[in-house]
Structures are given as C-alpha cells and as structure tokens.
C-alpha cells in the first residue's frame, strides 16, 4: 500500500512540476508573439536568412540602416532539393517501421528486439543514439569560433564510454532485462525500487527529450522555414510513429541509418576540407594561425579579457586553450558528469539489453567508441576548415553561437565544384540532422516508456502479472502518451532556454543512477534504502543545484549587465561627431540593454542572483549522491540483500541464468 | 522458460571463480581510474599550466592539440586492449568454470 501512496505522491508531485513548467511559458511567449510575427509577415524566402530571432523587437526598433553590413552571409537552402532528402529519410524509415511492426510481438521484441541485435550492429546504433544535433552542428561550431576549447569540449563525450565499456555495459547485459529497474530491484525490494527508478528515468529523458525537441523546432525552422510548432509536430509524429509501431527495432535500425548518413556527411566534407588542405595537417594549421580573420577575431575575443594580441600570436592564441572555458571548475564538473553519466544514462543502458551475451555487448561499445571518436577528430577538421574558408565573422553573422558553420562549409565546399553540388549537399547534411534528431529523440522515448509500461505498469501495478499482449500494448499506448507529452512540452519551451538541460540530464544520470548501477552490481551489503536515497538525493541535488545556478535567469543581473551597456553605447554615441549615428548592430545593442535594464524581480526559486556559480552541478550533487547511497544502505541493513548478492555477482561476471530476452 | 537452480554461494566459492573475480576486479577498475586521471589532466592542465600547453611540437601544433588528440588514441587502446584481454583470459575463465560445473 505505502508503495502505492508513495507512487501516487511522486506522479502528483511530476505533474504540479510539469503545469508549473507550463505557466512559466505563457508570460513570455504572449509578449514575444507580436515580434515573432513580424519577420513572418517579410515573406517566406526571408525567414531562412533570419537567424534566430530573440533580438527581432529589437531590430523593429531601430532607425532603419540602409546597406547591410559587408561581411553579411546567409545560408539559403534550396528547398525542393531539401525537402525532397527529407522525405526519402521519412519513406526509409517508415518502410523500417513497417518491416519492424510485423516481427515485434512480445514485450522482448518490443524493448530488446528480442535480443536479436548483433555486435556490430548495436555498436552503430549506440553512435546514432548518442550523437545529438547538439555534437553535430554545436560542437564544430565552437571549433570555428573558439579553435582549441572547442575540441577539447568534444574529448569528454567518448572518454565516457570507457566508463560505459569497463564498468556498465556487460554486467548489465547479464544482470538485466529491458529497464534500469530490473538491474536495481534484483536484490532489493522491487516495487518502490522499480517505482523510483522508473522516476530518475522519466526525469532524465524529459530533460534530455525537451532540449531535442526544442533544438529540432529551431532548426528545422532556420533550414527549411518550416515554423517551429510545425516542425516539432512533425518531429513529434514520426518519432512516435517509429516507436509506438515498430519498438526497438526500428528505433534500432532508424540510429543505424542516422550513424552511417553522419558519417559519411563528415567524412565527405572533411575530405574535400583536406582536400583544399593538400593533405598537410602541419600546412592546415598554418593556415589557421596565420588567417587575418581569425587573427581578428581571436584579438577581439581576448580583447574582452584585458589582453592585447594581434597577428600571428592572436593566430596561435586560437589553438591554446581558454577562449571559450574560462571556469576551470565548471569544466572539471561538466567533465565528471559526462565521464559518469553516459554510463547512467537510460537510453544508452538500455541498449545493452539487445544484444545476446556480454561478448556482443562489449564488441558494440568498442565499434560504437570508434564511430564516435572518429566523428569528434572529423569535427575538428570541419570546425577548423570553417573558421578558415568562411571566416568567424562570417560565421557569427549567420548564427551567434556557429551551429551553422558546418552547414555552411557544406555549401561552400559544393558550390567549389559546381553551385548545384553546394546545395545539394547542404540538402543532405540538413537531412543527416533531420535523421539525428529522430534517431535520438526515438531512443529517449522508448526509454522513457519502457521505465512506465514495464516498471511502473507491468511489475508495480500488476505485480508482474501481465501476458505478452497485455504488455506489448500497455507499451504502445505509454509509448505514444510519452510521445505526445514530449510533443506538448516542445510546443510549451520554444522561448525557454534549454541549453542547460543537456548538462542537466548528464548530472542527474551521473549523480542518481549510476551510483546506485555501480553499488548495486559490486557491492555486497547494498540494498533497497540505499538505492532509494541514492537516487532520490542524486536526482534532487542535480535538479536543485540547477535551479539556483547561473543557468537560470535572474532579471536584477540581466538588469545590471544591460545598464552597464547602456552607459557604454551612450559614452560611445556621445564620442560620435556631432549628426552621426551609432552603427547597425551597437543601435541594436543599445535599445536591447535599454528594454533589459528596466527588468526586475526573482528567478524561478525568488533568488536576485545565483547561489552556486557553477553551470555544471556533477562537482557537487556525484559525491553527494554516491555517499547518500551508501549510507542509506548502511542505515537500513537487509540480510537478504546481503545474502543474494553471490548470486548477483556471480550472474553478472559469468552470465548464468541470464534473462533470455527471448522468451515463449 | 524454467529457471536452472544455480547454487549460487558454492559458485561464487569455486576457485576458478574468485580466480575470475580477482583479475576482472583489478583490471576494470585499473584501467577505469587510469582513463579517469588521464581524462581530467585535460581541463586541469589547460586551466592551471596553459603554458605547457602553449609549447609547439609540430610546426604550430602545440604540446595541448597533441594531448587532446592522445585521448582519443589512449581511450581507443584501453578499449582494444580490454578486449583482447577479456577475450582471451576473461572469456576463457568463464567457459572453464562453467565446464568444471558441467552446465
């Protein structure tokens, strides 16, 4: 019974979060509404020029300039050419889907595929499930803007599957069947422990889920001009599509598809790169270093900081590291909660359960770690060949934060050949980051269904009681309801700033579950309070270190920063000879700080500033989720998990009686 | 599906066992903690010595490119290595144990 209340206690408390999260929205999206209309209403060609438009109120406000200013790039897709890979992507999958209905029948197939997935080919659906648009686009485009920092961000992400390979990723595939609940409730008391690894999960994937959809909106509203509550429907629809028909099958083969399209996109790209480069490493990085853009970007970025560089030492500056990661801490923190998190991660264990044995297991993370290490060394070489053939002044004009500098590159790189080639493989490379964002919004939803139908629904509710039917169609049904959550809550977040919510999915899997994985698979006196308190303060450090973090927005800081830049605009307007006026973009600056500098009031928790100065909370909530997870286990002993813990140990190292995931 | 009845504690008991538990424990987490200290020399190195970090090797390639780029080798060869192990000795052990319990 409590377990029922503490269930019916848990969910209440998610949806008060979730329609709380959902008023957050209205405020600001009811102002924002006229501004959005605006570039809408210039007409369709030009709204994919708009980079994204939060200072849109701001350019209805100033005195018109005439010419733009020379450096002015855009990135024009040819839509019919875009539009047309978009939908051979849709018919190829949905033909998958298709295929992958008629052989899933039982829950087996519908969450492990019936664990009939080979090495080699869950090592590429590992890649396709990890690599976001985020690491695609984002990373190459903190490369061609930041050189050095940019790279090395990129290092955490595969270090972290020695994690997954050494620590994880075979006990798991002896020790478990679909979900993280079925590793943590093998020796303790299943219920409340399904029950709340079931939330970590569903929390974890939301997060990770929300920042997809809304990266997905945007882009896909840049790319094509498609708006973004229609995009993220579109999104929305195939994703559930995808899982709700064809399980983990198709979301299989859909990340199978999306690793090898982003492989061959970069591969091809960074080849006509080193192409251009004459195949020189040494030579391409002269290049870079003595590039008089990126010596005069690199001047100016430093210039921020008090420091004064110009030729060829800003051109080296560009390979040293601290343009971009300035809090050495931060870095440290986000670095652990990669490092762990990956390992926590639902979807990534999840795809553990698909293959037959250990060796499968352990041959995929290896396959999987050499796709994705091999993508990041790509990346440096597109970042790096965009900083050099489009110029980081180039870059920012079309996107501030360079996502779209690889895109860019692709056109360019084409359009070297013969302007068609330009926009068609523009064409593909927005269709390889159409794929990514299905591939892995797809796995999040299944992950996050599986925790629901399986823990929550099969084994909590119905005590495990529940035929092959039965459990298959409590999973369609989660599936969908999981998908159109995920779809409303895209449509809620489009003015939110979910950048953080990435890091924060990472922290919450680093500091929740994989303590309580890694104690429950290698220590004996484990047990059902210490996976309880593991998870419960791993998952609330995380969230609540965030909330009073500078991730948050805190108006009387916006407030003061803007007022400094007020004072700063009107010094330089006053220098101006007299009949002059400020140029485009400080015009711009200066009535945006003007709005900003009015605003007042509290963050989300009512604090005026932040009370914990990292970005990345791992430092801090890791330690403590592991030490919450030990002494709960040693505050509430258990005989019995102590006892059952040989047979845990022994099933995990030697994959005895493992849970066939075939099963009649 | 009928559960074989496995008697867990005399397993975990056998020689061939504890012997499999033994090498796997020492290897895994070795090699994880040496992955670890090596990863964060990164952000730690460029945070607090930029200097080594600013020494060129190649041409303007500098001794931080080089380092950043060894993670993906090192990370590449503890995998590999890991798996040539594990294939040989690991797997081997387990089949051995599993053979002497005649499974």
């Known amino acids: 019974m409590t377990i029922k209340k503490i269930f019916i206690a848990a969910s209440l408390a998610l949806s008060v979060a979730a329609a709380a999260y959902a008023e957050e929205q209205k405020a600001p999206a009811a102002g924002a509404a006229p501004a959005m209309s605006a570039p809408a209403a210039q007409g369709a060609p030009a709204a994919t020029a708009t980079a994204p438009a939060p200072n849109a109120a701001a350019s209805v406000a100033t005195p018109a300039p005439a010419a733009p200013a020379p450096a002015k790039r855009e990135l024009k897709t040819n839509k019919t050419i875009t539009i047309g890979m978009f939908m051979i992507i849709i018919a190829i999958t949905m033909g998958v ?58 290092v955490g992400w595969l270090v972290a599957y020695i994690t997954v390979l050494l620590i994880v990723a075979e006990p798991c595939r002896n020790a478990g069947k679909y ?29 990770y889920l929300t920042a997809q959809m809304v990266g997905a909106g945007k882009l896909m509203a840049l790319l094509v001009g498609i708006p ?8 929305g629809i195939l994703m559930v599509g995808y899982v709700v028909f064809g399980g983990m099958v198709a979301t299989t083969w859909v990340q199978i598809i999306k690793a090898g399209l982003l492989m061959s996109g970069a591969f091809l790209l960074s080849f006509l790169v080193m192409v251009k480069a004459g195949f020189n490493p040494i030579g391409f990085f002269s290049t870079i270093v003595s590039s008089p853009d990126i010596q005069d970007h690199v001047s100016k970025l430093v210039l921020k900081d008090g420091v004064i560089l110009s030729g060829m030492d800003a051109g ?40 037959p044995t250990a060796q499968a297991a352990r041959k995929s993370v290896i396959i999987a770690m050499f796709i994705i290490g091999g993508f990041y060394i790509l990346t440096t070489l597109l970042g790096f060949g965009a900083a050099i053939h489009l110029t980081p002044q180039g870059i920012t004009s079309v996107d501030p934060g360079g996502n779209m500098a690889t895109l860019m590159l692709a056109q360019q790189m084409g359009a070297d050949i013969a302007p068609v080639i330009g926009d068609l ?35 909590v509710i119905k005590d495990g009681h529940a035929d092959q039917h039965e459990q298959v169609f409590a999973a369609r049904v989660t599936s969908f309801v999981v998908g159109a959550c995920g779809i409303m809550i895209g449509l809620a977040a489009e003015k939110q700033n979910v950048a953080h919510l990435v890091a924060l999915a990472f922290a919450v899997a680093a500091s929740g579950n994989l303590p309580v994985v890694i104690l429950s698979l290698f220590w004996r006196k484990f047990n059902t309070g210490g996976v309880i308190s593991g998870l419960l303060v791993g998952t609330i450090a995380s969230i609540g270190l965030v909330m009073v973090s500078p991730n948050m927005t805190y108006p009387k800081v916006v407030a003061a920063g803007a007022k400094k830049v007020v004072a700063a605009m009107e010094k330089k307007q006053a220098a101006l000879p007299a009949g002059q006026t400020l140029a485009e973009k400080d015009a711009k600056a200066l009535a945006k700080a003007k709005v900003d500098a009015q605003q007042d ?64 | 599906m009928a559960e074989r009845q496995y008697d867990w504690k005399a397993i975990a008991k056998n020689p061939k066992f504890v012997e499999l538990h033994h090498k796997k424990t020492a290897f895994l987490f070795g090699w994880w903690i040496f992955s670890c200290v090596y990863y964060f020399l990164l952000p730690i190195g460029a945070a ?49 144990l599993i053979d002497e319990l005649h499974l």
């Open chain 1, 425 to 459: 493989f523009l064409a593909f490379l927005c269709a390889v980051a159409f794929a990514t964002i299905l591939a892995v919004v797809s796995g999040l939803v299944l992950a996050a269904s599986a925790a629901i139908a399986h823990d929550i629904y099969v084994n």
């Open chain 1, 601 to 664: 009031g509290t963050s989300i928790v009512g604090l005026d500033k932040p009370l914990f100065t990292l970005k990345n909370p791992g430092i801090i909530s890791i330690p403590l989720g592991f030490m919450a997870a030990i002494l709960g286990a040693l505050a509430f002993p258990n005989r019995r998990s102590e006892e059952m813990f040989d047979e845990v140990y022994v099933r995990q190292n030697t994959g005895l009686g493992m849970a066939k995931a075939v099963e009649h």
């Open chain 1, 316 to 355: 080296q500056r560009f390979l040293e590291p601290g343009l971009y990661l300035k809090n050495p801490l931060d870095q440290i923190s986000l670095g652990m909660a990669l490092v762990l998190g990956t390992a926590g991660m639902p979807h990534i264990l999840m795809r553990f359960f698909t293959v």
């Open chain 1, 179 to 207: 979900t993280l609940g079925d590793i943590l409730s093998f020796r303790t008391s299943p219920k409340p422990v399904r029950a709340f690894a079931a939330i970590s999960t569903v929390a974890v994937s939301t997060f």
């Open chain 1, 97 to 154: 889907v298709v295929w992958a209905a008629k052989q899933t029948k039982s829950a087996a197939d519908f969450y492990a595929a019936g664990g009939g997935i080979t090495g080699t080919q869950n090592g590429w659906a590992i890649a396709g499930d990890y690599m976001s648009a985020a690491s695609f686009l984002g990373i190459s485009g903190l490369i061609s803007l930041y050189g050095y920092d940019g790279f090395m961000y990129s």
């Open chain 1, 228 to 235: 973004y509550k229609m995009s993220i429907i579109g999104v």
């Open chain 2, 48 to 96: 607090y010595t930029p200097g080594i970090f600013k020494v060129k090797m190649i041409g303007v390639i500098n001794f931080g490119y080089v380092f950043a780029l060894s993670q993906f080798f090192v990370s590449w060869g503890i995998a590999l290595y890991y798996s040539h192990v594990a294939n040989k000795d690991f797997d081997r052990l387990t089949r051995e």
